[in-house]
Structure formats: C-alpha cells, structure tokens
C-alpha cells in the first residue's frame, strides 16, 4: 500500500462530532462529486478509487442523512486497472448539496469557494482539510528525495480558498494550475508533518517525523564530512604550498641562512608534510608553540620566497 493509502485508510478511522463529520463530508463532496439527471431524477454521484474512502463516504452520509446510498463498483477500462467506487444518492440529492454548502438553497447554483457556515467548531475546518485530502490529496513517501504534498481540485475558487484555509494554519501553501485540475501544495516538510498532525494522521506523522529527521541527520553528517573534506584539502594545499617555499629557498639561498626560528619550522615541515599547523606546531624541538605562531612563521617564509621569485623574474 502506498503511503497515501495509508494516511487515508488511518483518517477514515478517526471518530468525529457531527458538525466535522458534515465538514469532512462537504470537502469530498465538493470535490469528488457530480450531478446527473437520469430518467427526470437527480443523482449525485461521488467517486474514489480508494476503497477506505468508499466505505467512509457510505457511513458519513448514512450518519449524517436519512437516506439509502448506493454502492456501484466499475472497473477502469484504461489507464490503471483500479476498481471506481462510485456512492450514488437519488433521493433529496439538492437539500444535502445545499446543507453541504455546496449549491445555494432550491437551486443548482454552486456557492463559490469554502463556505464558513460548514465551521461550527475549532475542530471543522481541520475535518474539511482531512475530506479535501481524501478526496485528491497525495503525498510523496516521506523517503523520496523532495517532499511533496498536494490536493487537486477542480475549481480555481474552490483551490484558492482551500489554500487559504490552509494558510490560515500556517501551513505555507501554494496554488499552481496543471492539466489535471488546481493543484494545492505543500513542499516543506515540516509543513507536511504539520498538516497530517492537523487532518489527524497521527500515527503516518510518526513515520513521516522519523524518516525526516532520519533523513536531516544524514544531511547534517553529509555536510559535516563534506566541511571536513574541504579543510582537510585547505590544510594539504597550504602544506604543498609551504613545502615548495621551502624547496625554493633551499636551492636558491639554502635553508641555513633562514632565521633559526624559520630554519626549524622549515626542517620540521619536509620532515612531515602531512600535519596540519596545531600538530606541526607540537613537534618543534624548541618545545610546542601555537598554531598561529606556526602560521606566522609560515608567513615570513612566503615572504621570503616570493622574493627569490621576483628577483628571478626580474633577473
Ligand atoms: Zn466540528
């Protein structure tokens, strides 16, 4: 099972009050429903390839309306070979579109974006976002390499207020058309964890939380390696570096006229071209001295020698 079946079979699960229950239903509703007119009556159907979303479709509406949904079953001819549950209501079909908030009273109007009369509670406009989910939301499994979640909608108003709703939680959404529809998004992953913790995943959260902060360990190790790498090649450099000075004074002017101070730095630095500073520093006959001492020394040395490289150019 995917990840995003997971989640959704984990938010079916959830016990909820009426008024979220009635929020839930008007998101999948809204998104995943269509009217037909067959034979001079109306019939809402509302579709999903999800088996766990069907079945929870049938009870929200069972709980929530006297009425008797059907349950139609197609198998998709093209594309993938999933099965199409299709929840049909023929009866009273425009009184719940209308109690849904999704066509005005007595009318096949559609009410644009999300209507506030759905919130009756702090908890409904979480219910909303768990029905907007299940009805178009996907998420990437939280090992792939980018973060991704997204729900698509059909209606650009419908999409702009869902994204509002949802950056009203500060959940840093965004909006972007795309064949298939509106595309709302969310691409932080902190965002994600967030979100699902808000529509009630919890434990898909923990998975998501562990395999992200799995998943930054290893960048924070990556980039501390990487960090290392780069001063290790720094100090390896800096050493050929001093090495060729010294080489160069040693042929042109040799090592003997160099300060004793310089003279000993030098020796110690053929001796042992691979340590860094701080150890070179440790290893000098006249006992330890620092670091930037070490540094200083090298410093006269380059002055030195880019002395004999000058009066060579010049001569
Ligand atoms: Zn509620």
């Known amino acids: 099972m995917s990840y995003t079946s997971v989640i959704k079979k984990e938010l079916t699960q959830l016990e909820t009050d009426v008024c979220c229950k009635r929020a839930e239903l008007s998101a999948l509703v809204r998104m995943n ?10 019939l809402l159907d509302i579709t999903t390839e999800n088996p766990s979303t069907a079945r929870h479709m049938f009870t929200l509406i069972k709980s929530l309306y006297a009425v008797q949904p059907e349950v139609l079953v197609r198998r998709k001819i093209r594309l993938k070979k999933n099965h199409v549950f299709v929840i049909r209501i023929s009866e009273t079909a425009n009184d719940i579109l209308s109690d849904l908030c999704i066509l005005k009273k007595d009318s096949w109007e559609r009410i644009e974006g999300i209507s506030t009369h759905l919130f009756r509670d702090e908890f409904c406009s979480r219910a909303y976002l768990r029905g907007a989910f299940l009805a178009g939301g996907s998420v990437n499994n939280p090992d792939s390499a980018s973060y991704h979640l997204e729900i698509v909608s059909t209606y650009d108003d419908h999409s702009i207020a869902l994204c ?3 950056n009203d939680m500060y959940l840093h959404a965004k909006v972007i058309e795309r064949k298939k529809g509106y595309v709302v998004y969310i691409k932080e992953g902190d965002k994600i964890g967030e979100f699902l913790n808000i529509i009630g995943a919890h434990p898909s959260l923990l998975k998501f939380e562990n395999v992200r902060i799995m998943k930054d360990m290893r960048n924070s190790v990556n980039r501390l390696v990487n960090c290392e790498t780069a001063n290790l090649n720094k100090t390896i450099s800096a050493a050929m570096r001093q090495i060729e000075n010294i080489r160069l004074i040693e042929e042109t002017m040799g090592l003997e006229t160099l300060p004793e101070k310089l003279r000993e730095v030098a020796v110690v630095r053929l001796q042992h071209p691979d340590v ?31 002395g004999i490289r000058d009066r060579h150019k010049g001569g």
């Not at 429903?33 to 109306?42: A, E, S, W």
């Not at 670091?291 to 410093?299: G, I, Q």
Request: glycine share 10%; aromatic share 2%; hydrophobic share 40%.
């Open 33 to 42: 429903g269509t009217i037909q007119l067959q034979n001079r009556k109306v």
């Open 164 to 166: 509002k709703l949802m």
């Open 276 to 306: 860094n500073l701080a150890e070179l520093g440790q290893l000098l006959a006249t006992g330890g001295i620092s670091k930037s001492a070490v540094n200083h020394r090298f410093r006269k040395i380059e002055q030195i020698a880019s």
